[in-house]
T-cell receptor
Framework: NAGVTQTPKFQVLKTGQSMTLQCAQD?????MYWYRQDPGMGLRLIYY???????DKGEVPNGYNVSRLNKREFSLRLESAAPSQTSVYFC???????????????FGNGTRLTVT | KNEVEQSPQNLTAQEGEFITINCSYS?????LHWLQQHPGGGIVSLFM?????KKHGRLIATINIQEKHSSLHITASHPRDSAVYIC????????????WGAGTKLIIKP
């Protein structure tokens, strides 16, 4: 099993360009998350999807949109990239919405995005 | 002040040493996660605990809910343990929100 697959692994954008980060999981998990990781800071939640058909804002949603296409796929879109969005982006999934102490998070390998 | 503080920020040790990484938090929690981030960037969940102690191989995690403190121990450390170790807590009043520590960068020298 691949687990959680993110594409692309690396991306360089110019300010104002748009792009979509793709995430797919084959674990049949209900909940999916997008985080960003910046140097010296903890991960910050951008958006999450408790289950297929629902999405909600996390801590830092501005400048992003998401789509939960089906149970497997959860994409993150930057409509007009800004240098402040230079970061490493991680997709994750969990069986339940972290409600249970037995719901670990499973992460993708990350997308390193640079906006110039 | 951050709600989740890890110490130390950086730790370098010799192979074979006993390692302790600490995590203190200031909010009510329902669970605490320890994760490992490899030099290549991948993040792996090591433990989730809400009380007591858990052990997996050479890794031991403990939590003291009253003191709002958790420790991750590595026995007989090895260079392959070199990674960033991250503590994250699940707030008691939230179904989804994790508050993340900034991580402890561990280097084990052969």
């Amino acid at each position: 099993n691949a687990g959680v697959t993110q594409t692309p692994k690396f991306q360089v954008l110019k300010t104002g360009q748009s792009m979509t980060l793709q995430c797919a999981q084959d674990m049949n998990h209900n909940s999916m998350y997008w985080y960003r990781q910046d140097p010296g800071m903890g991960l910050r939640l951008i958006y999450y999807s408790a289950s297929e058909g629902t999405t909600d804002k996390g801590e830092v949603p501005n400048g992003y949109n998401v789509s939960r296409l089906n149970k497997r796929e959860f994409s993150l879109r930057l409509e007009s990239a800004a240098p402040s969005q230079t970061s490493v982006y991680f997709c994750a999934c969990s069986e339940l919405l972290l409600r249970s102490s037995n719901s670990p998070l499973h992460f993708g390998n990350g997308t390193r995005l640079t906006v110039t | 002040k951050n709600e989740v503080e890890q110490s130390p920020q950086n730790l370098t040790a010799q192979e074979g040493e006993f390692i302790t990484i600490n995590c203190s938090y200031s909010v009510g929690i329902s669970a605490l996660h320890w994760l490992q981030q490899h030099p290549g960037g991948g993040i792996v969940s090591l433990f989730m605990l809400s009380s007591g102690k858990k052990k997996h191989g050479r890794l031991i995690a403990t939590i003291n809910i009253q003191e709002k403190h958790s420790s991750l121990h590595i026995t007989a450390s090895h260079p392959r343990d070199s990674a960033v170790y991250i503590c994250a807590v699940r707030r008691m009043d939230s179904n989804y929100q994790l508050i993340w520590g900034a991580g402890t960068k561990l280097i084990i020298k052969p």
